[in-house]
């Protein structure tokens, strides 16, 4: 979050957009906090991915991108474990 120029309101408020849009795209239903910590956590984990292979994305849109990726991603997960 650092990184990405954005304070905790911030991270706040864009991890739950970029949660409630994964759990659109991925046909998911979970709660408000479930959607913020998602994205939150998604972005922290898309941004290691993503900076594996030298991709950086900055500030507020690149933070909803990589956290949307990063959503996507543990709802994925979370489906292969529960079946």
Request: with cysteine.
């Amino acid at each position: 979050m650092e990184q990405a120029g954005i304070g905790w309101i911030a991270a706040i408020i864009i991890g739950g957009i970029a949660g409630w849009l994964a759990e659109q795209f991925m046909k998911s239903n979970m709660g408000l906090l479930m959607n913020i910590i998602l994205g939150i956590v998604g972005a922290i984990i898309a941004n290691a991915i993503l900076g594996v292979f030298g991709v950086v994305l900055g500030g507020w849109i690149g933070y909803l991108i990589a956290g949307f990726i990063g959503a996507c991603i543990l709802i994925a997960v979370a489906r292969m474990f529960r079946r």
